[in-house]
């Protein structure tokens, strides 16, 4: 076994010990057959290929999901707070598209966010995450009779004027408001300001330039590493930005300046 399948395989089995803690320590998480399947046959036991199988960590992350959920659960019943939802969606390893749900709520005067369930999307049209997240709440009357705000992101299909998500959400219960994500509709002006000035388009392509070109070379990226030694600093690589990471252009810009003596003596 080489360094790097070594360390993969201490990774995979704290990950799994952690979860088998859990499963004595957390009473509803005994009542998870898929969660108490995978753990109570690998508890303690060398861990085989089937393991590692993206499948196996998927129905993993789906059933810890279920149980926080249970836990949260019991927490805002007993809050008497209003709730905000706020939805969100996302790819995981295997390519499966997943449905986040968020709450907000409040504990006496602390306000408090938590994640609340991890479910998956049979595709990604207004519908269908409409009707996995109203067949979630469902199971939660509670949260259906204190929901008092949606909240999404600024795409087309959370958004939309006639069928987006949160529309629909309003047809089903009209009292509750809808919200935009202050932080995307940030993003989403900048990006359009970058797009519009070629120099400032011209520098974050170059950007993208000078990461790729030491990440392409490991000859490189130790000559890099050698220089950033000299600095005596912990930083060990720059960063790329990317559209979907809403900070990554400002770090990746601020990464540069912080790391550009040992940069230059490394071009």
């Known amino acids: 076994m080489n360094n790097r399948s070594k360390v993969f395989d201490e ?3 704290l990950l799994i010990s952690t979860c088998y803690f859990c499963v004595w320590n957390m009473k509803p998480l005994l009542f998870n057959e898929k969660l108490n399947y995978h753990l109570l046959k ?4 060398k861990l085989g290929n ?8 998927r129905e993993m992350v789906l059933s810890l999901a279920y149980t926080l959920q249970i836990l949260l659960s019991q927490q805002i019943t007993h809050s008497q707070s209003f709730v905000a939802l ?3 969606e996302s790819t995981d390893c295997s390519n499966q598209s997943k449905l986040l749900l968020i709450v907000r709520y409040c504990e006496g005067f602390t306000p408090k966010e938590k994640y609340f369930a991890l479910s998956t999307l049979k595709n990604l049209t207004a519908e269908s995450i409409f009707k996995e997240a109203w067949e979630i709440l469902m199971q939660e009357n509670y949260l259906i009779e204190r929901l008092i705000v949606t909240l999404a992101d600024n ?8 069928s987006g998500v949160l529309k629909r959400f309003q047809e089903k219960l009209p009292h509750i ?13 900048v990006k359009n300001f970058i797009n519009k000035f070629p120099r400032i388009f011209t520098f974050k392509i170059f950007l993208y330039k000078l990461v790729d070109y030491f990440r392409t070379s490991s000859k490189k990226t130790t000559i890099f590493r050698n220089k950033l030694d000299e600095l005596e600093t912990e930083i060990t690589s720059l960063i790329m930005p990317f559209d979907i990471r809403w900070s990554s252009l400002y770090t990746s810009i601020n990464r540069v300046l912080e790391v550009f003596p040992a940069l230059i003596k490394s071009l």
Do not use: F, W
Request: aromatic share 2%; hydrophobic share 40%; with cysteine.
């Open 11 to 13: 990774h995979l089995n």
């Open 42 to 45: 690998c508890g303690g036991i």
């Open 50 to 57: 089937h393991y590692l199988s993206k499948n196996s960590m």
């Open 86 to 88: 706020m939805l969100d």
């Open 155 to 162: 795409a087309p299909t959370m958004q939309g004027e006639i």
């Open 177 to 189: 408001k809808e919200a935009r994500c202050v932080s995307h509709l940030n993003i989403l002006i």
